[in-house]
């Protein structure tokens, strides 16, 4: 818990970049959206001023949607060129997404899988969370043992994103990681920030582990960070406890 959403995007970037400066080949799965701005523009600072190199890093967009192409204003991988992977040194052929244009969309997930685990799976599944408690675009009763498949969006993820497609309809359907694919990661590392994610952060840690909030499923999950700040945090009820483990921790534990 930090006290803004700058400080807890650069903790968490300077999460990541102790990934890559431990295992230069680490495969990254990256979420889109607002929430991870303030990480990306981070980590291109310290690719410019500190060195922290891409080059030999995998990166794997969490989700994408169905029928539009990968240079669609809304499209994820434009948001991720255009944020990130344009900003580093990042080789176009490290770049992944799912292939929402193919013609055999199950067989389109499938490939997808086969290219995480051919990078000898996951390191670091980065996520943002939905104000209804969605990971990737594993909507709510998603299944808790999902892999990479298609998914309907519900109505409440479509406004959230009908800003990137302006007056265009938002598609229906995305290609999505699935839950039990983020629990493969190594590390999985969630970020939230603001008031209209404080219900949900509080059901992600503190509720019941449950389908229909699938980021509970980050309580099984043996190396799991949450970063939020101070508005994101206002629905916990044992916020005052987790403040003290967080004073507490040894020197050893603070960045981890």
């Known amino acids: 818990m930090l006290p803004t959403a700058e400080a807890a995007c650069l903790r968490a970037a300077r999460i990541v970049a102790r990934i890559l400066r431990g295992k230069p080949d ?12 303030g990480i990306y523009a981070e980590l291109s600072r310290l690719h410019r001023e500190e060195g922290l190199s891409f080059a030999r890093a995998s990166a794997f967009s969490l989700d994408e949607y169905v029928g539009i192409p990968p ?5 994820f991988r434009r948001a991720l060129e255009e944020a990130l992977y344009r900003q580093v040194d990042l080789p176009a052929a490290r770049v992944h997404a799912p292939d929402g244009q193919a013609a ?44 990479t498949r298609l998914k309907t969006l519900a109505e409440e ?9 302006g007056g265009a309809p938002v598609p229906h359907h ?41 980021a509970s499923a980050l ?5 799991a960070t949450v970063i939020v700040d101070e508005a994101a945090a206002d629905g916990l009820r044992l916020r005052a406890y987790y403040d003290a483990v ?10 981890a």
Not at 157 to 165: E, H, L, M, S
Not at 182 to 211: M, N, S, W, Y
Request: hydrophobic fraction near 50%; charge should be neutral; include cysteine.
């Open 26 to 37: 680490a495969a990254l799965a990256l979420p889109t959206g607002s929430t991870p701005r």
């Open 71 to 75: 240079d669609h204003p809304g499209a």
């Open 104 to 147: 055999d969309l199950p067989a389109a997930c499938a490939r997808y899988e086969a290219e995480i685990a051919a990078a000898g799976g996951l390191d670091l599944a980065l996520l943002g969370l939905g104000t209804d408690g969605h990971v990737a675009f594993n909507e709510p009763t998603s299944s808790l043992g999902s892999r």
């Open 157 to 165: 993820t479509r406004a959230a994103n009908q800003p990137a497609f």
């Open 174 to 214: 995305a290609l999505t990681v699935g839950i039990a694919t983020i629990l493969q990661a190594r590390r999985c590392l969630l970020v939230a920030f603001g008031g209209a994610k404080a219900a949900a952060v509080a059901k992600l840690i503190e509720g019941p582990l449950t389908a229909f909030v699938p």
């Open 219 to 223: 309580q099984l999950h043996p190396h």
């Open 246 to 255: 967080a004073a507490a921790k040894p020197a050893w534990q603070r960045e």
